[in-house]
Nanobody
């Protein structure tokens, strides 16, 4: 069992930035380097949207067109953490943001929520003037 804990959400004005963090925990001996990390978001009244995925070894993440060039994900396997930088935020980015994990590589472009087994609680990002 893998548990993910997210932090970093909040209320920001358009054009500002946030950095979200995702910390992973599991049984003794757990290492994050065996898991892909996906980032998802869900706006009020809308379905969950896959936005970004980073492979176990890092490299170039896959991202939805709506966030390319604005959202940057990274990971630190030694610390069992991942982060998502949200840059140049727009009101349309308002959503609950989730991190998720699955064994091995990223699944699809954009990532599909059904392919991820472990989820964080979500953190609210509100972009408003």
């Amino acid at each position: 069992q893998v548990q993910l804990v997210e932090s970093g959400g909040g209320l920001v004005q358009p054009g500002r930035s946030l950095r979200l963090s995702c910390a992973a925990f599991s049984v003794s001996g757990f290492t994050l380097d065996g898991y892909a990390i996906g980032w998802f978001r869900q706006a009020p009244g809308k379905e969950r949207e896959g936005v970004l995925c980073i492979a176990p070894s890092g490299g170039v993440p896959t991202a939805a067109d709506s966030v390319k060039g604005r959202f940057i994900t990274s990971r630190d396997n030694a610390k069992n953490t991942a982060s998502l930088q949200l840059l140049s935020l727009k009101p349309g980015d308002t959503a609950v943001y989730y991190c998720a994990a699955r064994k091995n590589s990223c699944d699809y472009y954009p990532p599909s929520s059904a392919a991820y087994d472990y989820w964080g609680r979500g953190t609210q990002v509100t972009v408003s003037s």
